[in-house]
């Protein structure tokens, strides 16, 4: 039987359903069991049912009592006919998911048992209560052990056991849905547990935004040509999710290009959508530091009658709370924070809303120089964070970076940093976020008024070889080459603030020597007067404005002089304006692209040799040379949603140059493909993917995302 001829028979039979337990025998109950066959008919027509007016009927009416003529299916949409209309008053829909869910396993309905218990993990998580639910589905498995659980509810029993903290337990159970032969046979339920694994697993215990960005972009793209209500609603909420991911992790510019793609695929409801685009839009504009384009997106959801208390949270306050520090607004930020407590208060949320408004309206305190205020939402978020199952280590590290900025400890925020970036959260050079909104924190002795001191400029190029030029004339090779005071040079360039401990620099440089403490200091002294003397009118004590090579108790300090300029401070500065100046001006766009390019085409240090010291300062300047390419071109696809231009060869050139410097980072290669096939370059396309293939076999063993395969060779075919 098709799927439109079984959901033609499953109407008929809900309708008998509900006009009571006598008429729903007979021909009613052949069609629910004629329907079981398909999980996905029976999510399109409960849902369908519940939200039409059909459903605003049933939810008025009391709630049904299963006997052994009722089928739980009616108990089931009376059920999600009252969550549709939820308006955050107490309610029992928990108990009522169970007795469905429960009466469906009896009877061995498998495709109603796996929609029932999706809505009821999905409706325990929301209101924060995975633990109890976690011990009854426990309960459930060992009930009704055959026959095998369907994919959709061992992925649903596994987000429950993840989000009560038993993730031990849930490893297997998300190994055992991704591998059943349901999602292997069923690209629909393949994206749902897809979806779920990247929303609860990726995203929150894992602590992986950067790889649940990938996943839920998969997902979408493989519902891309769906045309029933549930795929859409998935593929929306991929949509959703993965803006958010990648705001998180410091890449707003593409939320904002998942969110125009999202817009342009059909929606059943866009009324009931748009708001909740646009909240996430709002949040990306906000970190991207445009603070207009954000107001207009938050009016936009404040027009709309839909309740977004998670929304709110989650995205909106947290907005809002942005833009009030960015200008500065103390008494609106306050407000801002005030109206979030409230909110939380009102209602039950998530783990995570509860920590996200907080973790931004910190860091928005900070940039509004309200630094107590900060200190003080810091301590409560540690708490939050405290009595949160499972843990939330990418919420844990961003804190890591909060709590050593407001500490002033340069040491601590520089392993903070490193910490976000095994989570795929990248801060920007000169940044203490990764939004680059508030810029790294400045040793309070320094902050006095900056006037010239050396009388002399230096400019030092580290992006392309090493090459110190002083007042226009460039130093020779000779002078730093395969010297100790390069590398002293190059870590403290690198550092956060300027500075290294002392104790690190000696390991580095005298690597295998056991040297006590006063011949470690007396060397790196030695290394240091060197330095000093190699870039002239430096000093080696602090004074303001001045160029400071400094050799404190424990650390060395850098402080470069006020007309002093790095390759990397270039480009850093570069990439803060490139795409905001006018995003929709093409030439001016154009050439921005192209004084990044100048930038990063050369190799990090080239022609150094340091050890350990310089290859992990190569890596470093090579993720922010791709990362640089990457925030420009994600602009470009924003602004090309509206402009429709196509990639030129400057774009196309940035593309090669990050996956260049980034060979294996795949969204990097898959920016590549696409710009050059858009561009018509089906051929420079198609080599740029297969290079990227074999090197991925090469260097792990591994093929490409099935993914990218799949878009490589629609390009190829539609040349």
């Known amino acids: 039987m098709s799927t439109s001829s079984q959901t033609t028979h499953a109407d008929h039979a809900l309708l008998q359903l509900l006009a009571g337990p006598e008429a729903a025998s007979g021909d009613g109950d052949a069609a629910l069991g004629a329907l079981d066959a398909d999980h996905r008919a029976v999510e399109m027509v409960v849902a369908r049912v519940a939200a039409d007016a059909v459903g605003a009927a049933l939810a008025s009416e009391p709630r049904p009592v299963l006997t052994g003529t009722v089928h739980p299916a009616r108990l089931l949409l009376h059920a999600m006919s009252r969550q549709y209309r939820y308006d955050g008053t107490p309610t029992d829909l928990a108990a009522d998911y169970l007795e469905a869910l429960d009466g469906c396993l009896a009877r061995g309905a498998v495709a109603w048992s796996a929609v029932a218990a999706t809505t009821w993990t999905m409706w325990l998580c929301h209101q924060g209560e995975a633990a109890s639910g976690w011990a009854v589905a426990q309960a459930l498995l060992t009930r009704y052990p055959k026959p095998e659980p369907p994919a959709l509810l061992l992925a649903s029993f596994a987000a429950l056991a993840e989000r009560s903290g038993a993730v031990e337990l849930a490893a297997p159970m998300w190994e055992a849905a991704r591998l059943h032969h349901d999602t292997v046979q069923s690209a629909r339920t393949r994206w749902f547990v897809e979806f779920e694994y990247a929303r609860v697993h990726l995203l929150q215990s894992a602590g992986a ?11 979408q793209v493989g519902l891309q040509d769906a045309t029933d209500s549930p795929a859409r609603l998935l593929r929306f909420n991929a949509c959703l999710e993965q803006a958010f991911a990648l705001t998180f992790v410091g890449r707003p510019d593409a939320a904002l290009a998942s969110t125009e793609r999202c817009r342009a695929w059909p929606r059943d409801d866009e009324a009931e959508f748009e708001p909740w685009l646009r909240g996430v839009e709002a949040l990306a504009h906000a ?37 009030d520090g960015g200008r500065g607004d103390v008494v609106a930020l306050r407000s801002t924070l005030a109206a979030a407590r409230i909110r939380e208060h009102e209602r039950v949320v998530d783990a995570e809303q509860r920590v996200i408004w907080r973790l931004i309206g910190a860091w928005a305190l900070i940039r509004a120089d309200r630094r107590s205020a900060a200190v003080d939402l810091v301590a409560e978020l540690e708490g939050v964070l405290r009595s949160t199952t499972p843990p939330l280590p990418a919420y844990e590290a961003q804190v890591a970076l909060l709590r050593t900025a407001l500490d002033d400890d340069p040491a601590g925020h520089r392993r903070a940093i490193e910490r976000c970036a095994e989570h795929g959260i990248t801060v920007p050079p000169g940044a203490a976020d990764p939004w680059g909104l508030v810029p790294m924190v400045v040793p309070r002795t320094l902050t006095a008024a900056v006037t010239r001191v050396s009388g002399l400029d230096v400019r030092i190029d580290i992006l392309d070889g090493l090459r110190i030029s002083i007042d226009g004339a460039e130093a020779s090779d000779e002078m730093w080459q395969r010297r100790r005071k390069s590398q002293v040079l190059l870590a403290l360039l690198l550092a956060f603030d300027g500075r290294v401990s002392r104790d690190e620099l000696v390991d580095t440089l005298w690597a295998g020597e056991a040297l006590d403490a006063a011949t470690g200091q007396s060397r790196l002294s030695t290394v240091l007067s060197s330095l000093r003397r190699a870039l002239p009118g430096t000093s080696a004590s602090l004074t303001a404005g001045a160029r400071v090579v400094k050799l404190h108790t424990t650390q060395v300090e850098l402080q470069l002089a006020s007309g002093d300029v790095t390759d990397r401070a270039l480009l ?15 030439a001016a766009f154009e050439r921005r692209a192209s004084e990044l390019v100048r930038l990063v085409r050369g190799e990090p240090l080239r022609g150094l040799d340091g050890g350990p010291l310089l290859s992990r300062a190569r890596e470093l300047l090579r993720r922010d040379m791709a990362g640089a390419c990457a925030a420009v071109l994600d602009r470009w696809l924003v602004a090309s949603a509206v402009t429709r231009h196509e990639p030129t060869a400057v774009l196309i050139e940035l593309a090669t140059h990050a996956t260049r410097l980034q060979p294996l980072d795949e969204q990097l290669a898959v920016l590549e493909v696409e710009l050059s096939a858009r561009a018509g370059r089906i051929g420079t396309a198609s080599r740029a993917f297969h290079r990227y ?17 799949r878009r490589h060779a629609a390009l190829v075919a539609d040349a």
């Open 209 to 219: 935004p950067g790889r649940a960005a990938v996943l839920l972009d998969r997902v």
């Open 287 to 323: 970190a991207a530091g445009r603070p207009d384009d954000a107001e207009r997106a938050l009016e936009d959801v404040d027009a709309a009658a839909t309740d977004t208390t998670t929304l709110e949270l989650g995205a909106m306050l947290p907005a809002r709370a942005l833009i």
């Open 572 to 586: 850093r500065d570069l990439v803060s304006v490139v795409g905001t100046e006018d995003r929709h001006d093409a």
């Open 693 to 709: 293939r074999e090197l991925l076999d090469d260097e792990l063993g591994l093929p490409p995302s099935a993914d990218f395969v």
